[in-house]
Structures are given as structure tokens and as C-alpha cells.
């Protein structure tokens, strides 16, 4: 069993964070160290640690990620300049909190990967 994060609390809203969206499958609130001028974290509710740890009955949920930050980028104003989608995974992917997370990123031109 993995270790819940910081992001089981924000979810479950014992720790006092605005949640941006939340439905059956999935939550997104504000990055609290923003990169960009809008930084959006989209999660599942169910603790999945990494990409790695995804299987095909996360389906539903990973693309019910991927259309909420559709929707956030139109609701937040970058939908039409654009933006960045990014989920790191593991050490060499960058990643500090496992439990999975898909990084919104817009609000200004981002450098190229
Ligand atoms: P990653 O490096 O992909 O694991 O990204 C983790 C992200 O979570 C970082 O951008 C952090 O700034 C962000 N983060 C960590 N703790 C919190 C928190 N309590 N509320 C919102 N974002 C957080």
C-alpha cells in the first residue's frame, strides 16, 4: 500500500486549499510554488503514486485529467495562446509528491523542451 501525500488532505480538504474543480474522479487546485503565471495541479482522487503505477482501469480517470485542464485553461484565459501539460514520474521525471499529478502550466510563452 503507498504512502498517502499532502495531496490525500487537499483532496479530502483537511488542509484548508481552494480546489479549483473536484468530481468523483478528480481534483485541481494552485500549484503553491507557481512556475508559470498559471500553475494548476490536476490529481485523481485515488492515491496512484506514479505513471508507472497506472493501469488500464485508470483509464477514465487519466482522461478525465485531460479534458478538466481543458476546461481550466479555458476557464483560467490561456486556452487560445496555450499551454503545457506535464506529469513527471519518478527521479529522473523531476518527481516530489507521489501521488500522480498533471501540471497546468500557461500564462506566458514557455521555453521550448
Ligand atoms: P512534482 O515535482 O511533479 O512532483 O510536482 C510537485 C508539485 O507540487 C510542485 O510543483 C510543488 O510546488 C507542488 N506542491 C507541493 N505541496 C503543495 C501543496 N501543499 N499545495 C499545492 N502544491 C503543492
Redesign the pocket.
Known amino acids: 500500500m503507498a504512502e498517502e501525500t499532502?495531496?490525500s488532505k487537499?483532496i479530502r480538504q483537511e488542509?484548508p486549499?481552494e480546489l479549483l474543480y473536484q468530481d468523483e474522479l478528480v481534483s485541481a487546485?494552485?500549484?503553491?510554488?507557481p512556475?508559470a503565471p498559471v500553475?494548476i495541479?490536476i490529481v485523481p482522487n485515488k492515491l496512484i503514486p506514479t505513471v508507472n503505477d497506472v493501469t488500464e482501469s485508470d483509464e477514465l480517470t487519466i482522461g478525465r485529467m485531460v479534458t478538466v485542464a481543458g476546461k481550466l485553461a479555458a476557464q483560467e484565459g490561456i486556452a487560445e495562446d496555450g499551454y503545457r501539460l506535464?506529469?513527471?514520474c519518478n527521479e529522473f521525471?523531476?518527481?516530489?509528491?507521489?501521488h500522480l499529478?498533471m501540471?497546468l502550466l500557461g500564462g506566458k510563452r514557455l521555453a521550448p523542451l
Open positions: 499532502i495531496f487537499i488542509i486549499t487546485f494552485r500549484d503553491i510554488s512556475k500553475h495541479l506535464v506529469m513527471n521525471g523531476g518527481q516530489e509528491v507521489f499529478h501540471h
